[in-house]
């Protein structure tokens, strides 16, 4: 009786995933690329950005959008490890945006500082 007169209600899903697993792979395996691993309490998708150690960029620099518009990102179903693989600071295709783009690929002599962030599937 009451499902009948109330209906269907959606409500929002207020509290944003979070890492089980967040791991980067041996960096001295791959001299050119930068695999992280990870694995979310639910579903969702998983933003990851590089940044030069020396580049003077902190976490407090590091929002939302800055690592998302890095491109590099993965999509976590229900269960396993899902992976990121990352050869350069952004994946971004320099010939397809207006802005001054150019491919800064990793270089085995350099230090990096990766940042994740994870949003869930719900809407």
């Not at 109330?6 to 967040?22: A, Q, R």
């Amino acid at each position: 009786l009451f499902q009948s007169r109330m209906g269907v209600h959606t409500t929002l899903d207020d509290s944003p995933p979070s890492f089980t697993l967040l791991r980067i792979d041996d960096p001295t395996e791959y001299n050119t690329k930068v695999i992280v691993t990870f694995q979310l309490n639910e579903g969702g998708t998983a933003y990851c950005r590089a940044t030069r150690s020396d580049s003077g960029e902190t976490s407090a620099d590091m929002s939302v959008n800055r690592i998302m518009t890095a491109s590099w990102s993965a999509e976590f179903v229900s269960s396993g490890d899902v992976t990121i693989e990352m050869n350069k600071l952004d994946n971004v295709d320099p010939t397809k945006t207006l802005r001054d783009d150019w491919d800064e690929f990793f270089d085995e002599q350099t230090r990096y500082d990766i940042y994740c962030w994870a949003k869930d599937d719900a809407e």
